[in-house]
């Protein structure tokens, strides 16, 4: 299978205008209504609720959303990485071409870091800190392909250097603890790129780093996209870099997806409430001797979701409809949707 | 808005009061820590905080920003007494700390502190009411006294008494809880106040809320703020003068505005060229600084910026730069930052 390189079809889809002539794309990954649930004694937190998408190949696709608003979760799902025996997990998940759900445990650990790979946002607990960097590459290429030691070696040489870290002969013998942060991170990518995974799932990754940084890890990260024509899902809280990286956008509130759409559409033109108000109150500029405009209350406890829209005890245009009725995802332009009731009568 | 009078303040800083007297004085700050674990005899010190001055106005908010590591957080707990600086003066209103002037209870009482994690900040067995009366009962307050001031506070923060005050911090979720630090830090009625990262770990929605918060107590309590953060939007949104620092030392501080308009510093440009729009049209093509902020220990002689700086010359690796003054209060640390004014 892995042989499916998607490559010779992706650019097609992505570049050329006339989509109408030519062979339609299959998506690189499908979710159809995954629920999430987490159960304890005390109470089950409804962590996804029926959230469905499709990400096509060489996409990149950034779900943004407070903490607590499943975005992490969904991802997690995605790679099947979240704890079984708490986890209640129901809907369906395709990734070029498994259906991740059914999979049995030895399956999806074939599939983890071959076709699927993950970073995260602590490099430091993420890689393996009595392990060097080419160990840690290496196993990953071993555990996956046939090839000899000095194979593997000669191959996490050229990943280092794909992931720009300088000097990289020498950082193959190098420990986690000798690397500074943003080294670190390029690592990890490079252990996340070791067997060219179709699907790199990445969550907050440059959260923990500073700006400087920042922006060297996520020009890097897009220009590894384009070159390896990856489908990329990246997780952040943050509106800049969303900005910065995303093809299109997912915006989360408590399990759902409310708004989905380009990244231009939803940033610059957005539809729904909470997006609007999301942005509204994201400090970037305003004037000094202002208020900022703020979403009223706190996050929707997960615990004890409400009837009707999840954002409705927050919005500030909500109506009696919205406390009643949970709306659905509809068209706002094409390919741009939002769940909202009162999408037409909002400008 | 705020006065920067610094021709006064030398001639008579040790006067208490007055508007022209500014809040706090910070002369030549140090504090280098031994690096543990490190051969026996090693000389290795990190340079957290390395021989910082500036002033804080009455009134004002200064703005503290800087990458990890270059000692924005250590310069925080040494203005605060948390740690103990290797040298330096530091005056508070007119008092140095540490002498009859200003003894350090009493400079607990003007000066508090708000740090990132609000969780670990706050007693996990004490109620809410209670963690915020306790500042008051240690300084002498009755139980009844310091009852009533804590609920007094909750409402400035607005949080309602009758459903928070007995609740403990795992009840509230992280921005009710940072609220109830602020309402803590007020409880003493201090002049100034120190928020380390305080709003970092917000969802950006309650950011806004704690930040609308702040100002508003900033007027109704004529509060002066230390506004240290990585965040260089909210510190734009917060500060009337901003203090940039770069492995242990001052490189730029000025008005915010100006500071933001036309950075003078190489690393204040590249900082602020770092920061990313919300906008999908404006996205960074090519990072503005290459390599990771440099270890500070044992930094080298000259520029400590100078290995990630485009313009560095002979003269960075020999001389290093002093914070120069220069028009309308700003001073920056470069040799080159007249001829790169219009770079």
């Known amino acids: ?347 | 808005m705020f006065l920067v009078d610094t021709t006064s303040t030398a001639t008579d800083e040790r006067d208490v009061g007055g508007a022209a007297q500014p809040m706090l004085i910070v002369r030549d700050l140090k504090k280098h820590f031994a690096v543990r674990g490190a051969a026996v005899r090693s000389t290795a010190r990190v340079h957290a905080v390395d021989g910082v001055s500036f002033t804080v106005a009455k009134g004002e908010t200064l703005g503290v920003v800087g990458e990890s590591g270059c000692g924005k957080s250590t310069l925080g707990k040494l203005l605060m007494h948390l740690i103990d600086a290797d040298s330096g003066e530091l005056i508070f209103d007119g008092g140095a700390i540490g002498t009859r002037d200003m003894p350090l209870t009493q400079l607990r009482r003007n000066l508090q502190m708000v740090f990132q994690d609000s969780s670990s900040s706050l007693n996990p067995r004490l109620s809410i009411e209670t963690s915020i009366a306790y500042g008051p009962r240690v300084h002498g307050a009755s139980a009844s006294e310091a009852k009533a001031k804590a609920r007094d506070l909750l409402v400035r923060v607005g949080l309602r008494p009758d459903i928070f005050a007995g609740r403990y911090p795992h009840e509230l979720s992280g921005g009710q809880k940072q609220r109830v630090n602020i309402a803590r830090a007020l409880a003493l009625d201090p002049r100034m106040i120190i928020l380390d990262e305080s709003v970092s770990a917000l969802d950006k929605s309650v950011e806004a809320q704690v930040l609308n918060l702040l100002r508003r107590l900033r007027e109704d309590l004529r509060l002066t703020y230390i506004f240290i953060s990585h965040d260089l939007n909210v510190v734009q949104y917060i500060s009337d003068r901003v203090l940039v620092m770069y492995m242990g030392k001052i490189v730029e501080i000025g008005a915010v505005d100006e500071i933001y308009r036309r950075p003078r510093h190489p690393y204040t440009k590249a900082l602020l060229r770092s920061r990313l729009s919300s906008s999908p049209d404006e996205r960074i093509k090519l990072a503005p600084l290459t390599g990771d902020p440099p270890n500070p220990i044992n930094p080298p002689p000259g520029c400590r910026f100078r290995a990630r700086c485009p313009h560095a010359r002979d003269l960075c690796a020999t001389a290093e730069p002093v914070l120069e003054d220069g028009a309308t209060g700003r001073k920056v640390a470069c040799h080159f930052a007249e001829e790169l004014a219009d770079a």
């Open chain 1, 1 to 347: 299978m892995r042989n499916l390189q998607t490559t010779s079809v992706a650019p097609v889809a992505k570049d050329m205008p006339l989509a109408g002539k030519i062979p339609v794309v299959s998506p690189l990954a499908r979710v159809k209504d995954l629920n999430v649930q987490f159960r304890s004694r005390d109470a089950t937190v409804h962590a996804v609720n029926g959230v469905s998408f499709d990400l096509m190949p060489r996409d990149v696709l950034c779900i943004i959303g407070e903490s607590g608003s499943g975005k992490s979760v969904t991802m997690k799902s995605m790679m099947r990485l979240l704890p079984p025996k708490k986890t209640v997990m129901t809907g369906e998940i395709e990734v070029n071409g498994h259906k991740v759900l059914d999979l049995s445990e030895r399956q999806i650990r074939h599939l983890r870091g071959a076709e699927i790979s993950m970073i995260f946002q602590e490099p430091m607990t993420a890689l393996d800190p009595v392990y060097t960097i080419g160990r840690q590459i290496t196993e990953a290429i071993r555990a996956h392909e046939p090839v000899t030691t000095s194979e593997a070696r000669r191959r996490a040489l050229e990943l280092l250097e794909l992931v720009r870290i300088p000097s990289a002969v020498s950082r193959l013998d190098a420990y986690p603890h000798e690397l500074s942060g943003g080294l670190r991170q390029r690592a990890m990518i490079a252990v996340a790129l070791s067997c060219k995974p179709k699907l790199l799932l990445a969550d907050e990754p440059t959260t923990a780093l500073d700006a400087t940084v920042q922006i060297q890890v996520l020009v890097l990260l897009r220009q590894l996209q384009d070159e390896l024509g990856m489908g990329v899902i990246f997780v952040t809280h943050d509106i800049g870099v969303a900005a910065q990286i995303a093809d299109k956008i997912a915006v989360m509130y408590a399990g759902e997806i409310v708004e989905f759409g380009s990244a231009r559409d939803v940033l610059v033109n957005p539809a729904h409430p909470y997006t609007r108000a999301m942005l509204a109150s994201t400090v970037h500029g305003q004037a000094r001797d202002a208020d900022l405009p703020v979403i009223p209350g706190d996050p929707a406890d997960l615990r004890r979701l409400v009837a009707g829209c999840r954002f409705a005890p927050r919005c500030g245009v909500s109506k009696s409809l919205c406390l009643e009725r949970a709306p659905s995802l509809v068209g706002v332009a094409a390919h741009h949707d939002a769940a909202c009731h009162l999408i037409n009568s909002l400008t």
